[in-house]
């Protein structure tokens, strides 16, 4: 087994010195480690499942590649007293890789016996099959991801559970739109669909499906995507997931890394729901502590409505105040979202907003609800940001019709004040 585990480590060496994708182990081949089968899950003291959600139809495909050829499958899952496994639902598409090409759509199981394709797994009305690439799932289809949670957390029985959506990512709503930038924002943009998303509504949908079944929310929930950290997202999944794990900025094209995500959890004494988002955080930051304008942030979503309930008194006193004073202040703060080019965001980050017009009553409640929310929060960004953005363009002459309509069924739009005064922003 040691010969066994050098070759691996000397083989992935000489892939991260290489231009070219030569991870040690293709998932193509079947029975990779089978001879060596050891006790499977439920035998440790602490079980964890990840349900990789990775969505390669797209133009990061060859990202995603790497993620799952490298990274899942180079991971040591090796461990005295945790049973940790990857369940991952890959789609891919013909035309941005070429390494192992294949598309259609695949589950593999990864864990210390190795990687598994797996088939006879029914998801959104397709029987996937363990050989051959004639499924093809919708990954913009929030019946997808509520058919794949289901089965990892009905075959794969564990302590914690973290959900992996890896993909495009840029915020609250949905795909495309009318008003005035038809800009897409959501999550896992399938180009074999007709481009179909996930917007938070769907994702809300999928998960509420589980927790129902289950009677148990996910234990964190990883946006591997972009601009995902905000408060619109936070407040549509607060019943659903206990723990985000996020970026209020752009992520890089590799995302996290998840070699060291793995090595990560098996070192955690207790593998708790914060203890795992806080390590998925702490990974993005180790990774990325060099790299200009990234953020990394852990949101608890049992303090979501003690920051929506200090937001609407915030807002409802706004709208009492001078624009030009509002526009200054968002002027000053750090925008995220930025796909028309850098002068123009969509997103500002709420707590130094709202430190910005520390006139205005209830900006001090913000502030505080904000430091009770994020529970870790990492930046190279300047202006400084601090862990949870919310909608606010800027120049204001980039409201969106669809924030105000709010056709997507967005809660936080539909619940909160914040909307009016985005109406009353929009009218100055």
Known sequence: MKKLLLIIFISLILFQCSNEYNPYSPAS??????????????????????????????????????????????????????????????????????????????????????????????????TLQSSGDSDELNMGDYKTLQDFIYYGMNHYPADQYILDIWNHGDGWKGPGGTDRTGLMKGVSWDEESA????????????????????????????????????????????DVVKYLAASQASVPAYGGDYLDMIARFKDLANLTPLNLA???????????????????????????????????????????????????????????????????????????????????????????????????????????????SIYLPFPKDYVEAEYIGNPYNIDFIAGSQWRDFIQWYDNQ
């Open 278 to 388: 806080i390590e998925i955080h702490n990974s993005y930051e180790y990774q990325y502590q060099s790299t200009a304008d990234v953020t990394s942030s852990v949101v608890d979503t049992s303090y979501v409505d003690t920051l929506v309930n200090a937001i609407n008194i915030f807002a409802q006193n706004l709208t009492n105040t001078n624009i030009l004073a509002i526009t200054n202040a968002r002027k000053n703060v750090k925008g995220f979202y930025c796909p028309l080019g850098a002068e123009i965001s969509f997103h500002a980050d709420l707590y130094y907003f709202a430190q910005e017009m520390n006139a205005v009553t209830g900006s001090d409640n913000v502030r505080n609800a904000v430091l009770q929310i994020v529970k870790d929060n990492f930046y190279t960004t300047s202006p400084a940001s601090k862990g949870i």
């Open 29 to 126: 081949k079947e029975g990779f480690f089978q001879e060596q089968l050891l006790p499977y899950l439920g035998k440790k003291d602490q079980s964890l499942v990840v349900l990789v959600y990775l969505n390669c139809a797209n133009d990061l495909e060859s990202y995603g590649v790497y993620d799952f050829y490298v990274e899942m499958q180079g991971g040591d899952f090796l461990s005295p007293d945790k049973e940790i496994t990857f369940l991952v639902l890959m789609d891919r598409i013909i035309g941005y890789s070429s390494y192992d090409d294949w598309a259609g759509t695949r589950l593999y199981e990864i864990n210390r016996n190795g990687t598994r394709r797996l088939g006879n797994a029914s998801i959104n009305g397709v």
């Open 195 to 238: 481009n179909d998303y996930l917007h938070m509504d769907e994702v809300q949908q999928a998960l509420q499906y589980n927790v129902n079944a289950f009677g148990r929310k996910i234990d964190c929930l990883y946006f591997d995507a972009c601009v995902m950290q905000m408060i619109e997202v936070a407040y549509e999944l607060k």
